[in-house]
């Protein structure tokens, strides 16, 4: 390992690419994979309500986490400001629950690249491409800050100018123009359509959304190597509307009109690219090649997570050894600032995660799955818990929000929609496990909530930590800190 003498991160991340990882944290096997079993089981109606409740939850999350890095742009992101604003015991677990969670994902993703390859290249045995792609994520983030962000914007052009293409050719298939009649609403009004399943399908399909949103809050992380955090960041939350409508609610749209929503494709339950609601609409105009073209999108997106998953839970181990949270040697940086350490740890718990699926039943990895399942909605609510008391004390002080480089609106019903709803999406995971008694499967959906109280619980009792008191909290200090 590289000597070194650094002790911070370098701002070089540009506007451009902060504000595609915030795009390419929106768009990804969500809305290319799993929006057709949303449609099948909610109707089109139902996962347009899902989505748009979804979107509107995360908007305001974004604003949160928006006002919050730019008064602090600091890698350790809503874990730091928990620490600063809240209980330092809450910014530690949500700092271990973070990693933990991409650590876990990163396995996920290179899994999923492995038998995306196998459309391909079915002779290939599935490992080496793991390796590959796990080889090829590292060196991406190991060779400098500027590596990652570039790969990601361009990642995420390719997500974004597949979805352009698909509404377009959609919405030429939906008037006739692209051969063929046109279906006009139809789709929509079949058979019970269109909101299939009624009020507990859509409370059903609410998770799949919120999954699918998961990721963009990426961005805040990204903020502590920003060049101009104060400008990139509320660029980035500003546009995060404008996606949500176009990349999520009018993509839902068009497969909903084109696609009836009983179509047995839309279930996908062989997860085989053939049937993604994208290649649906794709064949239905007459594009042959679509399931191909899909793929190698489907692939990149995977990558993509991949790569920002590496990232981030690297940055989030690192402040936490800065913090004095984490081993200290997490927080070493060697000359060109990569906190590799703490990358090294993130690549291995990624790689034996992966292991853990070619052995046995698979149980190890799927409960290892299953245990970071809920950890992007505990980062949420972290969020709207941080942004509320932040907002709180600085009104409290006397300070003045017009000083503020980016206030959220809406203050204090966005924070408080967020909380809310993220809660009832923790809570309802696997409802029905519950109320049939199935408690195995229980314990196997909501394992996360008691590791994350008993890291929080658990260091509060052992630093005999306390709630930081409103009017005790120093935003002088913060400010000549962040200079």
């Given at each position: 390992m590289e000597s070194t003498g650094q002790t911070s991160l370098q701002r070089k991340l540009k506007t451009r690419h902060m504000s595609m990882i915030a795009i390419g944290g929106a768009i990804g096997t969500g809305l290319f994979v799993a929006s057709g079993k949303v449609i099948h089981d909610a109707g089109p109606g139902g996962a347009l309500v899902s989505y748009i409740v979804i979107g509107i939850m995360v908007y305001f999350l974004m604003t949160s986490l928006g006002e919050l890095t730019t008064f602090m742009p600091v890698s350790g992101s809503f874990s730091t400001?928990?620490?600063?604003?809240?209980?330092?015991?809450?910014?530690?677990?949500?700092g271990w629950n973070y990693w933990y969670n991409w650590a876990i994902t990163l396995a996920v993703d290179i899994a999923t690249g492995s038998m995306l390859m196998e459309y391909w290249f079915d002779s290939v045995d599935s490992i080496v491409w793991s390796a590959l792609f796990l080889i090829l994520l590292f060196g991406l983030n190991y060779i400098s800050v500027k590596g990652y962000g570039e790969s990601e914007y361009w990642f995420a052009f390719i997500k974004v100018?597949?979805?352009?293409?698909?509404?377009?050719?959609?919405?030429?298939?939906?008037?006739?123009?692209?051969?063929?009649?046109?279906?006009?609403?139809?789709?929509?009004?079949?058979?019970?359509?269109?909101?299939?399943?009624?009020f507990f399908a859509i409370?059903?399909?609410?998770?799949?959304?919120?999954?699918?949103?998961?990721?963009?809050e990426i961005v805040g992380v990204a903020a502590g190597e920003s060049e101009d955090?104060?400008?990139?960041?509320?660029?980035?939350?500003?546009?995060?509307?404008?996606?949500?409508?176009?990349?999520?609610?009018?993509?839902?749209?068009?497969?909903?009109?084109?696609?009836?929503?009983?179509?047995?494709r839309l279930l996908n339950e062989s997860e085989?690219?053939?049937?993604?609601?994208?290649?649906?609409?794709?064949?239905?105009?007459?594009?042959?090649?679509?399931?191909?073209?899909?793929?190698?999108v489907i692939l990149t997106s995977v990558l993509s997570a991949g790569n920002s998953g590496m990232y981030v839970a690297t940055r989030m181990l690192w402040s936490l050894a800065k913090e004095g949270q984490a081993p200290k040697i997490f927080a070493m940086l060697n000359k060109r600032s990569i906190p590799v350490p703490a990358?090294?740890?993130?690549?291995?718990?990624?790689?034996?995660?992966?292991?853990?699926?070619?052995?046995?039943?698979?149980?190890?990895?799927?409960?290892?799955?299953?245990?970071?399942?809920?950890?992007?909605?505990?980062a949420w609510v972290g969020i709207a818990i941080c942004h509320y008391r932040f907002r709180k004390a600085y009104v409290a002080q006397g300070l003045d929000l017009n000083d503020l480089p980016y206030r959220a609106k809406w203050f204090p019903f966005g924070p408080i929609f967020a909380f809310a709803l993220c809660m009832i999406i923790i809570l309802g995971q696997n409802y029905e496990a519950i109320l049939q008694g199935k408690w195995l499967d229980v314990m196997s959906t909501y394992i996360t909530l008691p590791i994350f109280l008993l890291i929080w619980l658990g260091y509060k009792f052992a630093k005999k930590t306390k709630v930081v008191p409103i009017d005790q909290i120093d935003f002088d200090a913060i400010r000549k800190e962040m200079k």
């Open positions: 400001y928990s620490t600063k604003f809240v209980d330092p015991a809450l910014g530690v677990a949500l100018a597949t979805v352009v293409i698909f509404l377009i050719i959609g919405v030429l298939t939906i008037i006739g123009l692209m051969g063929g009649e046109a279906v006009g609403f139809k789709n929509f009004t079949l058979d019970d359509g269109p909101f299939h399943g009624g409370l059903g399909v609410f998770m799949v959304a919120g999954f699918s949103f998961q990721g963009t955090p104060k400008k990139s960041v509320p660029k980035s939350v500003k546009q995060v509307f404008w996606r949500i409508l176009l990349f999520y609610i009018l993509a839902i749209l068009v497969i909903g009109l084109l696609i009836p929503y009983n179509d047995p085989s690219v053939a049937y993604s609601p994208f290649t649906l609409v794709f064949d239905r105009a007459g594009l042959a090649f679509a399931a191909s073209v899909m793929n190698a990358l090294l740890l993130t690549t291995l718990v990624g790689a034996l995660t992966f292991l853990s699926s070619l052995f046995g039943d698979k149980t190890v990895y799927t409960w290892l799955i299953n245990a970071s399942g809920l950890s992007g909605f505990i």
